[in-house]
């Protein structure tokens, strides 16, 4: 795995340019981004008026150095003159007000005249470095749909009527698909339908669903006419996209099939304090982040673009962005660089070289402080490099576990949770975690990956089934898990005919469920060491349940290999369910203590302790101090 940072000379002093590529060399650095918030300074007035010259030297120097670039495109910082010359370019939030100028991803995704000109810079960069020799990969925009730009309700989303004549072909089809005999909503012509906000109440679920798949539609459109003109331009050269964390308004898996490697943005502890997480995690891991949160994100990429990936961002430091903002503790940089490789990553890339003093991300911590002496991280990097260097690339064989994330998912249930506790994120990263704790690798997959070769599927929900994946997993060999409200809706938001699971799911386990409910945060109905909280549903079946709760209603249902469980699972039943399943597949497990991860790679076991202090590791016969880690071969 090589190591980068990202870099933006066009923030300091040119005379200072050589000596940060020296020092980015000494450190063990490989690679460099920049570029991708460059366009007013490689365009300063429209016109196709350019100013290379900056960047050739900047390029240059760090070529000279040694170094290799990622180049980004800069679409997601549009100019000033751009944003006056089409000032309906920008997206429409959902009250309907227009986002400004003065920050970034300032734009909407719809929008043919600003695709024009991205398409037109894109092409213009390919052309003049392309073929340099220090260009190694490209980053097309940055961070697509960060601060809620996914969804713009501007005129330009217009093409969602086009999209929707695709789709249905007649207006009377798109009626009877979406319920529109409901409250009158039927519509005479696709040039009626607008998007779904700023109605008096909420709008139709299924209307809802649509314009998310076209948003979706939209992003991937987007990346893909900047992937043609640089592979056109740059044949050769790897094409990247740096996703970020937590974070479903797109389908990943939809942009990762245009691309060669797939990155992520990783913030362990911005995520810890921005999501789902207990007082009690929070405390714990406050300077570790949660033992899962990188390891979910590496291998959900991981499945997102044929198995290459990378970390684009690395938090190397205190933060910016979050609602608290700790240090990480000493060995923490480290650590999450190790756990990047453990997962097979391609390249960990620092954000960033060095912390601007001025601006918006100005007490965003970098490997250099603002006066160009090394942060903390510093010697931490170091280390990194100097392991990384001992032992080689990493190759990830084929995990025992699949787990199957699905985007549309988390659309569905976003717009129809009800109940306010049933998210969709944290049900996954809840099964991912129970599995991480007894050991297992997992591969996160999509709905559409080959699951052959398994020797355990958890599917923690899928409501709308696609076609065909009821008989894929009928054809495993292997246990499958299937989670509560699998099955619910159809392709189209509506309640399948014979009630859920649907007629797919009902012929790999006879069962239908009758009614639904929440419950509210604190409420936890007690049973055999586990307790049904959030969701449950009443079943009927001629199967005996496998587990029940305390008043002997059936939990969790099974036959020939397949279980459906009706209810929320809380980490206890998961636990139980791991166990289970691991036990029928013939998967060892091992009792890892609170905070302690394993990793294996073809060639390596990987033990990392995310704990503030030192545990004693029973599979190692050790203790490991806190955020350390220990190295065996396989």
């Known amino acids: 795995m090589k190591l980068g940072c990202c870099y933006y000379p ?20 490989e690679l460099v981004r920049i570029g991708e918030f460059a366009w007013s300074r490689l365009e300063p007035e429209g016109g196709a008026r350019y100013d290379w010259g900056w960047l050739d030297r900047a390029i240059d120097t760090l070529h000279a150095a040694g170094l290799k670039i990622i180049l980004g495109t800069p679409t997601a910082t549009p100019p000033k003159w751009l944003v006056d010359a089409m000032p309906d370019m920008v997206a429409i939030d959902h009250q309907g007000r227009p986002r400004g100028f003065g920050s970034r991803r300032h734009y909407c995704f719809s929008h043919e005249g600003y695709r024009e000109e991205c398409r037109r810079i894109t092409a213009a960069l390919a052309e003049r470095y392309g073929r340099h020799p220090a260009i190694v990969m490209w980053q097309t925009d940055n961070e697509y749909g960060c601060h809620d730009t996914v969804l713009s309700f501007s005129a330009a989303a217009a093409a969602f009527r ?28 696709f040039a009626e339908v607008d998007p779904p906000h700023l109605t008096v109440t909420e709008a139709n679920p299924a209307h809802w669903l649509d314009y998310r798949r076209f948003a979706s539609d939209q992003v991937a459109s987007f990346n893909a006419e900047q992937v043609a003109i640089l592979r056109a331009h740059s044949p050769g050269k790897d094409i990247t996209h740096n996703f970020m964390g937590f974070f479903t308004e797109f389908d990943h898996h939809a942009v990762g099939r245009d691309l060669d490697v797939a990155t992520w943005d990783s913030y362990p502890l911005g995520f810890l304090e921005q999501f789902w997480f207990s007082s009690d995690e929070k405390a714990a891991y406050l300077r570790q982040g949660h033992p899962d949160i990188a390891a979910f994100h590496h291998d959900l990429y991981r499945g997102c673009s044929g198995g290459r990936w990378g970390v684009m961002e690395q938090q190397p430091g205190p933060v910016n962005w979050a609602r608290f903002n700790p240090a990480p503790l000493p060995g923490m940089v480290a650590l999450w660089t190790l756990e990047a490789a453990a ?14 003093p001025f601006a918006q991300e100005q007490m965003h911590a970098g490997l250099l402080r603002p006066d160009s002496s090394e942060a903390e991280a510093a010697d931490e990097v170091r280390a990194a490099a100097a392991v990384l260097a001992e032992i080689g690339p990493q190759v990830c064989a084929r995990a025992p576990a699949a787990l199957v994330f699905s985007y549309e998912v988390a659309w569905v249930i976003g717009i129809q949770p009800q109940g306010h506790s049933f998210r969709y994120l944290e049900l996954v990263f809840e099964a991912y975690s129970a599995l991480r704790a007894r050991g297992l690798d997992v591969d996160i997959v999509s709905p559409d990956a080959d699951l052959s ?19 894929k997993l009928a054809a495993l060999q292997c246990p499958v898990l299937l989670g509560p409200r699998s099955g619910s809706k159809s392709e189209s938001f509506c309640i399948p005919e014979g009630l859920a ?42 199967l005996a349940p496998e587990v029940v709760d305390g008043a002997g209603r059936g939990v969790v249902y099974y036959r020939d290999g397949v279980r459906y469980c009706a209810v929320w699972p809380d980490r206890a039943l998961l636990a139980l369910l791991v166990e289970r399943i691991a036990g029928e597949a013939g998967v060892p497990l091992l009792d890892l203590p609170e905070g302690i991860r394993v990793r294996c790679t073809e060639a390596h076991v990987f033990t990392f302790n995310y704990a503030a202090t030192a545990v004693f590791v029973p599979h190692l016969g050790a203790t490991l101090p806190p955020a350390s880690w220990h190295l065996a071969p396989r």
């Open 10 to 29: 066009e923030h300091w002093p040119e005379a200072q340019w050589a000596e940060d590529a020296r020092r980015m060399a000494e450190m063990g650095l």
């Open 162 to 189: 086009q999209w929707l004549a695709a789709r249905y072909g007649t207006p009377d089809a798109l009626n009877a698909a979406w319920g529109n005999v409901f409250w009158s909503m039927e519509y005479r012509s």
């Open 343 to 356: 997962h097979g990553a391609e390249l960990t890339s620092y954000f960033r070289w060095r912390q601007a």
């Open 453 to 471: 070769g398994y020797r355990m599927v958890l599917v923690p929900t899928l409501p709308i089934v696609p076609a065909g994946f009821a008989e």
């Open 501 to 542: 699971p649907g007629k797919d799911v009902r012929d790999l386990i006879p069962l239908t469920v009758t009614r639904v409910e929440s419950l509210r945060d604190g409420v936890a109905e007690p049973a055999d060491g586990f307790a049904v909280t959030r969701w449950r549903e009443d079943v009927v079946s001629d």
